[in-house]
C-alpha cells in the first residue's frame, strides 16, 4: 500500500508548490473548507487546481483527492500533465500510476468523458454523472486511463479561456479509493484555462464526492 507522503521533505515541497500557485498562478482556490460553506460534507469543490509543463521534477502532478498540485516525483498523485511527444503542445491528463522512464507512481486514475463541449455555468449546474441508473458502476462506467483515450476525446491546447466551451471529464480515483480511503471517490473535472507564454500552464475546476455516491451538487462557486 502506498503512503499518501513518504517524507517530511514531500511534505515541505508540497506546501512550497501549493503557496506559489496560490500567489502566482491562475486564480482560484479550494472554498470546501470554509465553515460557512452551505453544502454536503461529502462533496468537495476546488475551485481552480494549476499544472505546469517543464524539464525534471516540476509541479504537472494533482492530488484529486485533496485538491492539490503537486511535483511529478509525488507518490501522492491521481494524475499527471503529459504533452504528447515532448513537444510542448497537445496535453492531457493521464493516471498517476503511468509515470514514464521508472520515476516514482501515483494513484491509478480511471476517466470518462461526460460531455463534449460546456460552458463553465453550464458545468455549475452538473448534479450527477448522467449514467442511465441512480448508482455509479465504475468498472462499466471509467473507461480510461487519460483524457486523451486513444485519441476519441483529442487534447487540451493553449490559449484556453475561462469563457470558452472546453469538455467536462469524470474521473474515478481507483487505487486510492481501494488502498487508502476505503471507499470510492468520483468526480468531475473542467478544464478552465491555459496558456503558453514562457511555458505551458493550466488550471482546472473539480468536484469530488467523497462517499461514492452519484453526486456533485455545490452551490458555493
Not at 503542445?89 to 494513484?107: A, C, E, K, V, W
Not at 469538455?167 to 471507499?183: D, M
Request: aromatic letters at 14%; glycine letters at 10%.
Amino acid at each position: 500500500m502506498k503512503t499518501l507522503f513518504n517524507s517530511p521533505l514531500a511534505y515541505i515541497s508540497l506546501f512550497v508548490v501549493s503557496a506559489i500557485f496560490t500567489i502566482t498562478f491562475l486564480s482560484g482556490c479550494d472554498d470546501a473548507g470554509l465553515t460557512n460553506d452551505p453544502v454536503v460534507s461529502y462533496v468537495e469543490h476546488f475551485d481552480s487546481i494549476g499544472v505546469v509543463d517543464g524539464i525534471g521534477n516540476v509541479a504537472n502532478g494533482i492530488n484529486l483527492y485533496n485538491g492539490t498540485t503537486v511535483l511529478r516525483d509525488s507518490t501522492s498523485k491521481d494524475c499527471q500533465l503529459i504533452d504528447s511527444a515532448g513537444m510542448g503542445f497537445n496535453y492531457s491528463l493521464r493516471s498517476g500510476d503511468l509515470s514514464d522512464f521508472d520515476l516514482p507512481i501515483g494513484y491509478q486514475t480511471k476517466f470518462v468523458r461526460l460531455y463534449a463541449s460546456m460552458t463553465k455555468a453550464q458545468f455549475d449546474t452538473i448534479t450527477v454523472m448522467p449514467v442511465g441508473r441512480d448508482t455509479i458502476l465504475p468498472e462499466l462506467d471509467f473507461t480510461a486511463d487519460d483524457t486523451y483515450a486513444n485519441g476519441a476525446w483529442g487534447y487540451f491546447n493553449a490559449p484556453m479561456n475561462i469563457g470558452d466551451s472546453k469538455p467536462v471529464y469524470a474521473f474515478w480515483l481507483k487505487e486510492k479509493s481501494a488502498n487508502f480511503i476505503g471507499r470510492n471517490v468520483y468526480g468531475i473535472i473542467f478544464p478552465r484555462e491555459a496558456t503558453n507564454s514562457g511555458g505551458f500552464r493550466m488550471s482546472f475546476e473539480v468536484r469530488i464526492n467523497t462517499h461514492g455516491i452519484n453526486d456533485f451538487v455545490h452551490t458555493a462557486h
